[in-house]
């Protein structure tokens, strides 16, 4: 139990397209979504928290005109890059948290890497 | 939210041995939550033990946590070369932050 899917697994486009990116509970209810950013060799970071039906959360330092969050349903996040650029290149992995939980334990992704040419 | 420090960065062991990491962080926490990361894949949560326990045991991995120090470390014992990737802590009081890790590789 517990799953969460990411698609794509993988995506190379050309830059100045945006491209969406995926984020599905299959077997539970997320009230709460959250997207990472991971560049090599390097942590995870925190972009954003995305609560159903509200509008996300942005850390200090993310744009949110160029990665835009919908949270339009209780097992369905999405994360969209517009207007992509090579230094938007880096694996995208969100994470969710089972309704009526908190964040003590969140469910992670496989996911996404994204290469902007 | 705080952040929590792996060390050390990197790790080499033989197949067999015990690989120990450790992670500290700056403030209150409810619980602290140890991860793992194979290369290009995303997180698998390993195990979380909160601020009143000292100690938690899942299976090969030994977890203790000195919230006098601020504290908390991970034994992983008779390793596997199946071991090998990076291993990060998340001490929590409200958002998950990671450190930079802990590059394990266990070679046969």
């Known amino acids: 139990g517990a799953v969460v899917s990411q698609h794509p697994s993988w995506v190379i486009c050309k830059s100045g397209t945006s491209v969406k990116i995926e984020c599905r509970s299959l077997d539970f209810q997320a009230t709460t979504m959250f997207w990472y950013r991971q560049f090599p060799k390097q942590s995870l970071m925190l972009m954003a928290t995305s609560n159903e039906g509200s509008k996300a959360t942005y850390e200090q330092g993310v744009e949110k005109d160029k990665f835009l969050i919908n949270h339009a349903s209780l097992t369905l996040s999405t994360l969209t890059v517009t207007s992509a650029h090579p230094e938007d290149s880096s694996f995208y992995i969100c994470?969710?948290?089972?309704?009526?939980?908190?964040?003590?334990?969140?469910?992670f992704g496989p996911g996404t890497r994204l290469t902007v040419l | 939210s705080q952040q929590g420090e792996e060390d050390p960065q990197a790790l080499s062991i033989q197949e067999g041995e015990n690989a120990t990491m450790n992670c500290s962080y700056k403030t209150s926490i409810n619980n602290l939550q140890w991860y793992r990361q194979n290369s290009g894949r995303g997180l698998v949560h390993l195990i979380l033990i909160r601020s009143n326990e000292r100690e938690k045991h899942s299976g090969r991995l030994r977890v203790t946590l000195d919230t006098s120090k601020k504290s908390s470390s991970l034994l992983i014992t008779a390793s596997r070369a199946a071991d090998t990737a990076s291993y990060f802590c998340a001490p929590q009081g409200g958002k998950l932050i990671f450190g930079q890790g802990t590059e394990l590789s266990v070679k046969p």
């Open positions: 994470s969710a948290s089972i309704a009526g939980g908190s964040y003590n334990e969140q469910f």
